[in-house]
């Protein structure tokens, strides 16, 4: 499982924009996904037209006279998706835990007791780096910070990891963290000047995708849904599916989960090797000298990125050999998590996200 805090201390970054929408493309892509609010302006509850009774905070505060474990405040939005809500209360959480022992890490013996089988918890932070900052970063393995192209919010950065460090120092816990330039508006030539410095401080802290200005992100919010749902098709849905399959390219594929099935894999390999003669063998190519890594996806292996789907790089090119029985496949290359149709194939079918996946078909 892995749990990713989605922080900066400045207002008007992306943040709930990207815990919500990001949960949701994660969620799309077949993972089980809980978003936790610890915002006690809950602007991803309400953001998600979520009404309850009971919030986070309920589950965090020892005085409260309603005290729920994590998995009873849980309500579902839709296949894959849970979120746990927060509410205004929460904000008297920071006076309560003031002077208890363990207070940071109050967030992190909560998970470790909580009984579930996500794949991700991301963890939507309040603005300020408080004790409920403190608190997702000490949970967390790993921090999104949302950043805009501008001064402040790049000062909001130095801020963070500043506290990043500090949670190693004094409390032993190592946190890594990764920039996720938002709200980028490619009409403003002073963005791209931004990008440019943002990318030669934090050069290889960056994910390679963009998330861009897209009104349909507002229009989301308003109808209180994330936006796969309002709109699959437009600018910032395709950003944060993008953003999403990044993360996915990530995954550690000999995580402990995953051992007896890479133990099967490996079985059936031994097995089909008497079927591969009555395959096809089919090698896919893509130029892509500057990139750190390269899978091949389709319909020949569900879509799945992991080591199976790694292409191998020399010189520059990237190939991979697959044997295939008869019949047409979809597929794409991952180039660095950014997902593209094969330059080199001019057969092409547009998808249900409103991109196009390259065609292929295999005969004797």
């Known amino acids: ?18 815990s919500i929408n990001l949960a949701a493309a994660l969620a799309i892509n077949g993972r089980k996904v809980l978003l936790i609010d610890l915002d006690p302006q809950a602007h991803a509850t309400s953001g998600l037209n979520i009404k309850t ?11 409260t006279n309603k005290k729920c474990r994590l998995e009873e405040i849980v309500q579902n939005l839709s296949e894959n998706f ?11 959480l920071e006076q309560e835990l003031s002077g208890e022992i363990g207070r940071e890490s109050r967030l992190c013996d909560t998970l470790k007791n909580f009984k579930s089988n996500y ?13 409920l900052t403190i608190n997702a970063i000490r949970a967390a393995n790993e921090i999104i ?23 190693k120092e004094r409390l032993n816990h190592s946190v890594d963290f990764q920039i996720l ?10 963005s791209f000047a931004m990008l440019d410095k943002i990318k030669a ?3 290889n802290k960056m994910f390679s995708n963009i998330i861009h200005v897209n009104v349909k992100l507002k229009e989301a919010q308003n109808e209180g849904l994330n936006i796969l749902a309002y709109d699959k098709y437009c600018r910032g849905a395709k950003d944060y599916f993008s953003l999403s399959r990044e993360i996915i390219t990530q995954e550690n594929p000999l995580a402990p989960v995953q051992i007896v099935e890479k133990a099967l894999e490996n079985r059936m390999k031994e097995i089909l090797k008497e079927e591969l003669p009555k395959l096809n063998a089919v090698d896919f190519s893509v130029k892509a000298p500057d990139a750190k890594e390269v899978y091949l996806a389709g319909e020949f292996n569900n879509w799945k990125l992991d080591e199976n789907s790694r292409m191998e790089q020399a010189n520059g090119c990237w190939t991979k050999r697959l044997n295939l029985n008869n019949g047409k496949y979809r597929y794409r290359f991952v180039i660095d998590g950014n997902w593209s149709e094969d330059p080199a194939n001019p057969l092409t079918q547009l998808n249900s996200y409103g991109t196009l996946d390259s065609l292929l078909e295999v005969t004797k």
Do not use: W
Request: charged share 15%; proline share 4%; glycine share 6%.
């Open 119 to 131: 794949d991700y918890i991301l963890i939507d932070c309040p603005p300020n780096l408080g004790i």
């Open 82 to 92: 849970d979120i746990a809500p927060s509410s205004m209360i929460l904000s008297t």
């Open 1 to 18: 499982m892995r749990i990713i805090t989605v922080s900066n201390q400045k207002g008007g970054c992306g943040k709930t924009t990207t």
């Open 53 to 63: 009774d009971l919030s986070i905070y309920n589950v965090l505060s020892k005085i």
């Open 181 to 190: 330039v938002a709200n980028f508006d490619s009409r403003l030539q002073h």
């Open 201 to 203: 401080d934090y050069k």
């Open 145 to 167: 910070i949302p950043v805009e192209a501008s001064r402040f919010s790049l000062e909001g950065v130095s801020q963070l990891t500043s506290i990043i460090n500090l949670v």
